[in-house]
């Protein structure tokens, strides 16, 4: 039995988890705890780097404590430290980095360094034990939108990425624009239930072009046109949508591009045991069905992680450490281990387009 602890603190999630990997393959998240920043960012409508710093230096050490208090464990029962090591916003990474160097030194404890995104990657899993290499991953998040193929733990190959905004970022900012408040893509997902996606024409950018890469700029920008329409126009146009419309349109051009990109990518990737979706946006239910069918139609199986393990969590991040401690070549960091701003699951990948600072 193997029992790791992990800490994530890439963005404005502070959190600790402990992740047991028992007899027969047995997967457990034995005691998690995540504390959410919502509140203090709400105000500026997204995260603010230096208040998300300051809230993980207030929040990491009590987490891990009540974390291992929950379990009834302390650190000695502990096999190895898992920290996101980036990429992410550089001052919350060094927090949780620093504390789980700190743990592992003091517990005499191997430390082990996560890719935020393979913690996404290796989520699924977590939770489904007959999930088998390689499979098909749409990763999409508030800063990533990829397809890979996923060959084994470290080993991905980037099929496609977006060339301007991640997909949860234009969830964000379609949200902002309607005056949803922060976070965005669970007010838009609730509020696209209530309205009717035909009622407003939005586009699909790149729909059908040969390579699966994603654009959602345009679409934003769309979204944008069409709200000050509804505010500004004449009563005609008030009257023929709402901004449950907005929403609820703005939600099927995005699913249109992601099932066409995905279909793409399919294509492109070789024998998959399975279509995997991970990340943030993977919570909303209308894109994992719409995945669903769409692996149905390919006769493969469908995989999304339970809806707690899509948003930013340590219970990804303890078991990606579990999955890099059973690699036959695992050593553990070092402690000079530096926090990393960026850090692609696929650094062979050619540069795309217009992606520079997203890839
Ligand atoms: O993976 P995550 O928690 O953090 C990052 O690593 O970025 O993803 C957060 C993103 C946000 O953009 C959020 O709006 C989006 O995931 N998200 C959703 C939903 N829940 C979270 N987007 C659409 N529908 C949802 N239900
Ligand atoms: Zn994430």
Redesign the pocket.
Known sequence: MTLVLGIES??DETAAALVRLGPGAAREIVAQRIASQDDAHRPYGGVVPEIAARAHVERVTPLVEATLADAGLGLADVDAIAATAGPGLIGGVMVGLVTAKALAMAGDKPLIAIN??E??ALSPRLADPALAFPYLLLLA???HCQLLRVDGVGRYTRLATTIDDALGEAFDKTAKILGLGYPGGPAVERLAATGNPKAVALPRPLLGSPDPNFSFAGLKSAVLRAKQALDAGPDPIRATYNDADIAAAFQQAAIDCVIDRTRRALDAAGEVTALVVA??VAANRAIRSALEALAGENRLRFVAPPLPLC??NAAMIAWAGLERLALADFAPASLDFAARPRWPLDPDAAPVRGAGVKA
Request: with cysteine; proline share 0%; aromatic share 0%.
């Open positions: 890439s963005c935020h995104l913690g996404h998040s508030g800063g990340g943030g948003t930013d």
